[in-house]
């Protein structure tokens, strides 16, 4: 899954989390050092007691916490490539909220009202539920075996997330159980919940401040069948008739395969039709593409 393209193209979302997840876990790793060493903060914003419940909710205690979450979260942006940057920011909003509610509720019943101490601070409610599509959606592209036991290249991801979560023992496993059970919510399509979209300015909003520069991406682009930008239906329609089969439409394991590795999902689907349904030649029609 390394191949394609890097960085946060076409993820803008991920890399607002990623960048506030980051620097608020140095902030207030640095605010927590400094109270060790005797210094003593009086502002009153910063001792509210619910003024903590935003940081709690982003910032990681420990470096390996950091470590991991983060590189979790970079991962996962081929979530959000493939299902879009408007219906990504829906599954954050939700499975944050619907997991929050429940850890809550959970140390309510075990008459444990310490809420913010009790639980690990850090986005684990996202990254764990991130794992339900990331098991159900993304599929496996190679598999290996070191020393008589088979891998596959998703094993990692899990391996890591397994260290995350029983990094601080209570404290990350009942945010990271409830953050499987809100992706699971989500995937059930609970409320509704997949069908729902944000206002279009929020989007835009991701879409420019933290999308990559244009100096750091790749070029635009452009329509894999044929010489000008068009949809992928379109495209497929504009193809010169011939005595072949007609084309078939991709299936969807193919494009998500492909979306994993980083692509754009229409790209994918373009390539797949011009390679007809041919992973290989597909994705090296798309890396010849990314190459001009």
Known sequence: MQGGVSGFQNAPVTRAVVLSSGLLSVVFSAQRRARALGISYQDT??????????????????????????????????????IGSNKYSVFC???????????????????????????????????????????????????????????????????AGLQLLLSSWKRSLIPGIFGLVAGSLYRLNV??????KLPQVI??????????????????SRSLVGNT????????QNQPSTGFAPLVEPPESSVAML????????????????????????TNILLEAQSH
Do not use: H
Request: avoid cysteine.
């Open 45 to 82: 914003i910063t001792n509210f007691r619910l003024w903590k419940i935003f940081p709690s909710v982003f910032a990681f205690q420990s470096t390996p916490e950091l470590m991991f979450g983060l590189y979790l979260l970079y991962y996962f942006r081929v979530f959000e490539r493939q």
């Open 203 to 220: 989007s835009s909003f991701f879409a420019r401040y933290f999308a990559p520069s244009p100096g750091s991406t790749s070029r635009p």
């Open 93 to 159: 909003l939700f499975t944050i909220t619907a997991s929050s509610l429940l850890e809550i509720l959970s140390l309510v019943i075990l008459k444990d009202t310490n809420y913010i101490s009790t639980l690990a601070s850090g986005p684990y409610s996202l990254i764990f539920a991130s794992f339900v599509p990331f098991f159900l959606d993304i599929p496996v592209t190679s598999r290996f075996r070191i020393f008589g036991l088979n891998f596959s290249d998703k094993s990692f991801i899990y391996l």
């Open 229 to 236: 930008p068009s949809q992928t239906g379109r495209a497929v």
């Open 191 to 196: 409320l509704g919940i997949r069908k729902m």
């Open 259 to 282: 979306v994993s590795m980083g692509f754009d999902g229409n790209n994918a689907r373009q390539a797949l039709v011009r390679a007809r349904n041919d992973i290989n030649v597909a």
